[in-house]
Every structure is written in structure tokens, then in C-alpha cells.
């Protein structure tokens, strides 16, 4: 008797993975669990994969290749948009499995995936240059990727939204993204904010750091040099992953020895926790004393972005660090990171409806996640991080996806 297997049974074994890594981060999944989910034994799920590398990669390629079939027949900026916004609502978990998870896969998959994305963005700058004979390849490039990164923002939220709303609403901040002049004259747009003072008198003005520190004296204050960790901790967490980063290397980004880290941490995980609080209060402290100076919310929405847009060309690190190890804290400090990304989200989405009463919370918070994953994701993806422009550029394509004139 030859015993069958369900028909459509690997499309219910991915569509389960991707929910379970998106929701709870792909450290936090065991193959036990995507068999539970699915109804079948953590044996049975090993005969379609043969392990969790296996299955995030075939997750993560089945969202690029429905974006890549989509993608292959927009001729126009109006097909460009309806292909994203259809893949960001049908494979919601994709953008944050990109950003999040797909570094976990081994080095030849990253890079082809990298390869893929940009082939995507390659075809796309190809067809809106066909409309905008003005721009050049570079400014086309630049305005394809923050369209990905508008759709992506959906893949943040945590409840889903109504889907027809949704595509309808993100083909809309398509459209808007891709018709951003990226040159000329930018009245009422405010520069990108510059550092504050630092929040403690011996904090550095950026938690990101080109080079190892030197070694500093014996003398050398103890609260200094825990500064200098916590700032050499968010960058080696986001370029190499909580996992990849030893203490000793630790040490060494500030002249240290690596058991000496324990002198300021008792664990390499509280350094983690202490860092992503670090940067958050910076955040917080720029973007808050922004808007609380403006006069009106209109001015207030503009000033937060310009310090928003500001913090983030200066702590590209922490942003990725944020979405890329928070899952790596303990249940306590992970809960404290999340409740600080709702309230601010709550703070955006109350400002923008004050601005555009005619917009309800859910589209409010489309939009501002969007803004989020546009502006995060545009100081991080070279070579356009290191445009002199970046920051005016940004402000521009963040007032389009809030929809302000």
C-alpha cells in the first residue's frame, strides 16, 4: 500500500514557517514547531526539509520569486506598484525575513539573494526611466529600493491588515515614491536635524564607529569606557550578529582585553540590552525634543522627520542592530524594546492624523512604517548610503509616503 502525502503539503509546511519566524524571530522557532503547526511529526517535517537553514531559505526565496514573476512584465510605474504591493500583502513576512533572518543563511545564499534583489531593482529603474527621462540611473536605482522598502514596511506591523486596503494604499505610496523629484529646489523641506548634546555628559555624539578605538590610559574613567563599549557593541552586533561577536573582539574595538569586558557587563547579553537602550533614549531624546520645539503639528511632523532622517544618517548601526538582535534579549528586555517601538509608532501615527485628519489609524500606521523601513533601510543599502545627498533625498521620499505636500 503506498501511502500519499497531502496534496500542497510543503506550501502549508512554508506558509507555517514564515508566519512562526516572522512572528517570533528564527532563533525563537523550532522544527518541532513548524510541525505542530502543520498537524505532522517533527520526523514526517524532516522529510521535505532537511533542517532550519533548509526551510528559511526555500521561505524567504518563494517571497523573491513571486516578487521577481511580478516584477517581469511591469512596463509602467502603475504595474511596478501593483507588483509590490500585491507581494507585500500576499508574503507579508518577506520584508522582515530579508532584513532579520536571511543573514543567518550561508554566505553563497546571501549573495544570491542580494543578486536577486537587485536584478528586481535593475528592471524597475529600467521601466521608470522609460517615464522619467530626466533621471539618471543612480537617482532611478535610488527611488526603485525605497519603493521595495515603502511595500516592506508592511511586513512590520503587528496585526495584519485588511488586504484590499492595504495593496490599494501601498500602489498609492508607490506612485508617490517614484514621482519624487530628487534634485531641484526643496522649499518648506527641513534639513535633516544635526546631533543634539549627548544625553550623558560622557557619551559619544554617535554610537557608531568607523575604526577600533586605541587603547586608552589605565586612568581612563570607567563610565567612559563603558560609553565606548556600548557604542562598539551596536556596531559589531549589526555587522556580525550577537552570536558572531566575542568578547575578545569586543575588547579589542576599544583597547581592551576580552575578560575586562566583564568589568562594565556581567554578560555579553546585558551589553546587548544596555547598547539597544543606549541608542533608543538618543532616539528618543532627538526626536522628541524636535517635535516639543515646533509650533503646531504640522511643524512638529516636519521636525520629527528632519530629526528622525538626522538620527538616522548618523546611527545607521543601531537601526539595524534594533531589527536584526532584538530577538536575541532576554523576555524582560525584549518586551521593553518592543513597548518602546509601539509607543513610538504611536506617537507618529497621532501626529500624522492631527496633520491628515482624513486619515484613520490604519492607514496612518501603513504609512508611518513605511517612512521607518524607507529611511532605515536607505542609510544602510550601499552604494547610495554614501550619496552627499542622502539626507535631502530622504526627506523627500519620507514626506511622500506621508503623504504631506
Given at each position: ?73 511591469a512596463r509602467t510605474t502603475g504595474e511596478i ?233 548618523r546611527n545607521g548601526d543601531y537601526l539595524g ?64 548610503s554614501a550619496r552627499p545627498d542622502l539626507g ?14
Amino acid at each position: 500500500m503506498v501511502v500519499r502525502r497531502p496534496p500542497g503539503r510543503r506550501a502549508q509546511i512554508l506558509a507555517v514557517a514564515a508566519e512562526l519566524f516572522h512572528r517570533s524571530g528564527y532563533h525563537q522557532v523550532s522544527m518541532s514547531e513548524v510541525a505542530a503547526g502543520v498537524g505532522i511529526t517533527a520526523p514526517a517535517l524532516y522529510r521535505h526539509f532537511r533542517g532550519k537553514p533548509e526551510l528559511l531559505d526555500h521561505v524567504v526565496r518563494l517571497g523573491l520569486d513571486a516578487l521577481a514573476e511580478g516584477l517581469r512584465t511591469a512596463r509602467t510605474t502603475g504595474e511596478i506598484g501593483a507588483a509590490l504591493a500585491a507581494v507585500a500583502v500576499g508574503h507579508r513576512p518577506l520584508g522582515t525575513l530579508v532584513q532579520r533572518d536571511a543573514r543567518l543563511l550561508p554566505p553563497a545564499r546571501r549573495a544570491a539573494l542580494r543578486r536577486e534583489l537587485r536584478a528586481d531593482v535593475t528592471l524597475m529603474a529600467t521601466a521608470l526611466r522609460a517615464e522619467r527621462h530626466e533621471l539618471t540611473a543612480a537617482d532611478a536605482e535610488l527611488l526603485c529600493w525605497s519603493a521595495l522598502s515603502a511595500c516592506a514596511g508592511l511586513s512590520y506591523q503587528s496585526a495584519a491588515p485588511q488586504p484590499r486596503r492595504a495593496e490599494a494604499l501601498l500602489r498609492e505610496l508607490v506612485a508617490a515614491v517614484l514621482a519624487v523629484p530628487l534634485s531641484g529646489p526643496a522649499a518648506g523641506h527641513p534639513a535633516p536635524a544635526p546631533a543634539p548634546a549627548p544625553v550623558t555628559a560622557s557619551a559619544p555624539a554617535s554610537v557608531t564607529a568607523p575604526a577600533p578605538a586605541p587603547a586608552a590610559a589605565p586612568e581612563a574613567r570607567p563610565q567612559a569606557r563603558r560609553e565606548e563599549l556600548l557604542a562598539a557593541a551596536v556596531r559589531l552586533f549589526h555587522q556580525r550578529g550577537f552570536d558572531n561577536v566575542s568578547t575578545d573582539r569586543l575588547g579589542a574595538a576599544v583597547g581592551i582585553s576580552g575578560p575586562s569586558v566583564y568589568r562594565h557587563f556581567d554578560s555579553k547579553a546585558q551589553l546587548l540590552a544596555a547598547s539597544l537602550v543606549r541608542s533608543r533614549e538618543r532616539l528618543w531624546h532627538e526626536v522628541d525634543g524636535a517635535i516639543a520645539a515646533a509650533d503646531g503639528p504640522e511643524a512638529a511632523l516636519a521636525a520629527g522627520l528632519g530629526a528622525y532622517v538626522g538620527f538616522a544618517l548618523r546611527n545607521g548601526d543601531y537601526l539595524g542592530a534594533m531589527l536584526s538582535e532584538t530577538e536575541r534579549l532576554a523576555p524582560p528586555d525584549r518586551r521593553a524594546a518592543l513597548d518602546f517601538r509601539r509607543d513610538f509608532l504611536r506617537t507618529w501615527v497621532g501626529l500624522l492624523r492631527q496633520v491628515r485628519p482624513e486619515c484613520d489609524a490604519a492607514a496612518a500606521r501603513i504609512r508611518v512604517h513605511a517612512l521607518f523601513a524607507l529611511v532605515n533601510d536607505g542609510v544602510r543599502n550601499r552604494p547610495h548610503s554614501a550619496r552627499p545627498d542622502l539626507g535631502e533625498c530622504l526627506l523627500r521620499l519620507g514626506r511622500a509616503v506621508l503623504g504631506l505636500s
